[in-house]
Nanobody, 127 residues
Framework: EVQLVESGGGLVQAGGSLRLSCAAS????????IGWFRQAPGKEREGVSC???????TTYTDSVKGRFTISSDNINTVYLRMNTLKPEDTAVYYC?????????????????????WGQGTQVTVSS
């Protein structure tokens, strides 16, 4: 069974840190780019960060650059380390996977490109 399972969400004060995990199973992890997306209440889901297969490159949306770090164990888990959290980071965080394309210069944050999705984990940042 193909699965992506997120964990590590929770409640944290502004300025704090969390590390999210995305555990993959049921597909060849090494062939896929993995992305993190988030959806805040009343807002559309947005791309946060992604990592190319093999961890060779990463992409971040501007609002998290310098605060979030994506990494992979290159086995079956991708992490999102979130530092200096802000109340506006409050959202449900999802990980997603897409088969990597040779012609892509790096991983992409378009959510429509991803066809495998986890159930999400809630991150709440209090002010």
């Amino acid at each position: 069974e193909v699965q992506l399972v997120e964990s590590g969400g929770g409640l944290v004060q502004a300025g704090g840190s969390l590390r999210l995990s995305c555990a993959a199973s049921g597909f060849t992890f090494g062939d896929y780019d993995i992305g993190w997306f988030r959806q805040a209440p009343g807002k559309e889901r947005e791309g946060v960060s992604c990592i190319r297969k093999g961890g060779v490159s990463t992409t971040y949306t501007d609002s998290v650059k310098g605060r979030f770090t994506i990494s992979s164990d290159n086995i079956n888990t991708v992490y999102l380390r979130m530092n200096t959290l802000k109340p506006e980071d409050t959202a449900v965080y999802y990980c997603a996977a897409r088969r990597s394309r040779l012609w892509d210069r790096g991983c992409l944050l378009g959510q429509d490109l991803y066809n495998l999705w986890g159930q999400g984990t809630q991150v709440t940042v209090s002010s």
